[in-house]
């Protein structure tokens, strides 16, 4: 997978105040562990609103984390 937004937080948690691990870069690529919530959140980024669940992803640099799936 790759982000598509600049800045992306990877959170321990998949919920928004979860600490954040990591932060991705625009086009970084992070390998998918194969795990995304039950649940979808409705969250605007740049200005588009998108209702997706969170991805669990390791980076390259080996942080394992919960990315929102609209990014």
């Excluded at 998918?32 to 740049?46: G, H, K, P």
Aim: proline share 3%; hydrophobic share 35%.
């Amino acid at each position: 997978l790759y982000t598509t937004v600049d800045k992306v937080n990877v959170r321990r948690e998949p919920k928004l105040n979860a600490a954040v691990v990591s932060r991705l870069e625009l086009h970084e690529e992070v390998t998918f562990l194969n795990e995304v919530t039950d649940f979808q959140q409705e969250i605007t980024i740049e200005g588009v609103k998108y209702n997706e669940p969170w991805v669990k992803v390791k980076t390259q640099a080996g942080r394992i984390g919960w990315v929102y799936g609209g990014t």
